[in-house]
């Protein structure tokens, strides 16, 4: 069955470090991969997927993610972090069975003044 | 941002009363879906609607039911309110373009059943 884990339920990091938020990934075949986050009290916003093609995507509000196939991984990472990052990041991947989209439990970012 | 509505936004209702939770796309997107979250940040998917006329239980079992007679409109009915169903309600929709295509989700209403 596929699935995508989400190993850190929190990450802090100072305004202006770089940021990286954990997910792998075990699927049966070649995976689809997507990032969201979750501003308190919104619904997900779409960040970025991975396809196929080059291992680095850029995303939305200055996000990237780095899918590592001998790592089974598909890290979101940003250069230098914002207070306005702050927000909930969920990780999903496409089930190759059903089309729906497998969601990991989620990373609570926190950046610090 | 998508084109993605959800209303109420906030709701607080009794034990026992009738809620319809209403989601519309203006995107013209066939497939539609449901996610409850819990407090603790999980999402379940409990119905999800490839077209007009079609609907499917998802993983996590629910008392809700769903319609979808119009492309895009999916409401969400609970006949009988519990505080079991105490939970925030995502909406999402995307367009039907296999493995690739892209949920965008609403921006979610939040229920608490007195």
């Known amino acids: 069955a596929q699935s995508v884990a989400q190993p850190e339920d929190q990450v802090n990091v100072a305004e202006g470090n770089p940021l990286t938020v954990k997910c792998t990934y075990s699927?049966?075949?070649?995976?689809?991969l997507f990032w969201y986050v979750q501003y308190p009290n919104r619904g997900l916003q779409f960040l970025l997927k991975?396809?196929?093609?080059?291992?680095l995507v850029k995303g939305s509000y200055g996000f990237e993610a780095e899918f590592n196939k001998s790592q089974t991984s598909f890290h979101l990472k940003k250069p230098s972090a914002l207070v306005s990052d702050s927000a909930l990041y969920f990780c999903?991947?496409?089930?190759?069975?059903?089309?729906?989209?497998?969601f990991g439990t989620g990373t609570r970012l926190q950046v610090f003044p | 941002e998508a084109d993605i509505y959800q209303t109420p936004r906030y709701l607080v209702i009794g034990t026992g009363k009738k809620i319809t939770l209403e989601c519309s796309q203006t995107?013209?997107?066939?497939?539609m879906y449901w996610y409850q979250q819990d407090p603790g940040m999980e999402l379940h998917l409990i119905h999800y609607?490839?077209?007009?006329?079609?609907?499917e239980k998802g993983d996590l079992s629910s008392e809700s039911t769903v319609s979808r007679i119009r492309t895009e409109h999916f409401p969400l009915t609970l006949e009988s309110a519990r505080p079991s169903h105490t939970s925030q309600y995502l909406c999402?929709?995307?367009?039907?373009?296999?493995?690739?295509?892209?949920?965008?989700f609403g921006p979610g209403t939040r229920l608490l059943v007195l």
């Open positions: 699927v049966s075949g070649n995976p689809y």
């Open positions: 999903a991947v496409r089930d190759w069975n059903t089309d729906k989209l497998i």
């Open positions: 609607s490839y077209g007009v006329n079609s609907t």
């Open positions: 995107m013209g997107h066939d497939k």
């Open positions: 999402a929709s995307s367009e039907s373009r296999g493995r690739q295509e892209t949920q965008y």
């Open positions: 991975y396809i196929t093609g080059d291992n």
